[in-house]
Nanobody, 129 residues
Framework: VQLVESGGGTVQAGGSVRLSCGVSGYSSQDYCIGWFRQTPGREREAVAAIDTDDRATYYADSVKGRFTISRDNAKNTAYLQMDSLQPEDTAMYYC????????????????????????WGQGTQVTLS
């Protein structure tokens, strides 16, 4: 299984960028996809996630209303559209997949924990100038 991120680069504050995550070598499309980010000296954090059928999505509070996750199962590709970028969005961005599915309880969707993601890409750097 291989995940390859692309689309990172240097962006001005207030700008936009779209990250892509290509998935290959997986036997089905039945997986949840997550985007994570990490900066030096800090723990990796979840940014967004989407379930197999695009029924449910998750966003970290810090990116709600600015980032949009999507997937194209026909292309085995996931995307992270990042708008209104801010300096604190500077990070290495990773995509990952898991067979674990999100579940509803307490009236809300709960997505898999980061530790449940089995396969990871190498990351793509997004830097705000």
């Amino acid at each position: 299984v291989q995940l390859v991120e692309s689309g990172g680069g240097t962006v001005q504050a207030g700008g936009s960028v779209r990250l892509s995550c290509g998935v290959s070598g997986y036997s089905s499309q039945d997986y949840c996809i997550g985007w994570f980010r990490q900066t030096p000296g800090r723990e990796r954090e979840a940014v967004a996630a989407i379930d197999t059928d695009d029924r449910a999505t998750y966003y970290a509070d810090s990116v709600k209303g600015r980032f949009t996750i999507s997937r194209d199962n026909a292309k085995n590709t996931a995307y992270l559209q990042m708008d209104s970028l801010q300096p604190e969005d500077t990070a290495m961005y990773y995509c990952a997949i898991t067979r674990s599915a999100p579940a509803v309880y307490g009236g809300s969707w709960h997505f898999p924990e980061q530790r449940e993601y089995n396969y990871w890409g190498q990351g793509t750097q997004v830097t705000l100038s």
